[in-house]
């Protein structure tokens, strides 16, 4: 069994409540409430800038070139490849890209999330970072490629395409592929006790995720 599907089926419980989400639902069908969308991706991007040190703290870490060049491309990933479809949104809702770090602060749950996993890029090995770091990327290509197959005759006119059409892109399947290939190659000769450890740590990020989706939807 490929370690990621070890991981995968050990939080599968948790993976098949987004796709219940009210938030992504009501996303898909293009009935969510825009003021609702705008805190999530204030929000966000303020995640993925904490999100990009964490990649930042393995490039520290990295052993060899090989992962550095992964990490590193983590980093841009986050910082510009993500975000442009953030600022495009939040430019149209009339917010200030230079002035969000300033004027917006992270919610609690947005907070406990990125300190945990900045938490384990201090304390950790590479292999934790990475277990970390993996539901993120994983779980919102999941999700993309949900919304777009089951939204895909209803998507023109959604005021959430750009969102559902960036997360299910190829660019983004190919990222998200890279670093499936990259964990597996990392961690499947691992000890037993070692890969269990990253499991937890796979399962508790996955459970943030849910976390901020419930934000996103109640507000915080
Ligand atoms: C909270 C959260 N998780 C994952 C991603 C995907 O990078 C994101 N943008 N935000």
Not at 64 to 79: D, P
Not at 81 to 104: P, R, S
Not at 184 to 205: G, W
Request: glycine share 4%; proline share 1%; net charge negative.
């Amino acid at each position: 069994m490929l370690f990621t599907d070890y991981l995968y089926e050990n939080s599968k419980e948790v993976w098949d409540k987004y796709l219940e989400h009210p938030f992504l639902i009501e996303l898909g069908e293009g009935t969510l409430d825009k003021e609702k969308f705008r805190k999530y991706l204030i929000q966000d991007y303020l995640y993925l800038i904490e999100y990009a040190k964490v990649y930042a703290m393995a490039c520290v870490k990295s052993r060899n070139m090989k992962e550095l060049k992964k990490f590193h491309n983590g980093v841009a990933g986050s910082i510009e490849t993500e975000t442009a479809n953030h600022i495009m949104y939040l430019k149209d809702f009339g917010e200030n890209i230079e002035n969000m770090e300033f004027k917006y602060k992270l919610n609690m749950t947005n907070e406990s999330y990125t300190s945990y996993m900045k938490s384990i890029s201090v304390t950790g090995t590479i292999e934790e970072i990475v277990a970390a770091v993996l539901p993120c990327t994983w779980s919102y290509n999941y999700i993309g490629l949900k919304l777009k197959e089951k939204y895909k005759d209803k998507l023109e006119g959604n005021f959430f395409e750009s969102w559902i059409e960036t997360y299910a892109s190829d660019e983004y399947v190919a990222f998200k592929n890279e670093w499936l290939d990259f964990t597996n190659e990392l961690c499947e000769n691992l000890p037993q006790d070692t890969k269990e450890k990253l499991k937890d740590i796979f399962l508790r990020a996955s459970k943030y995720e849910l976390e901020f989706w419930n934000m996103a939807y109640k507000g915080e």
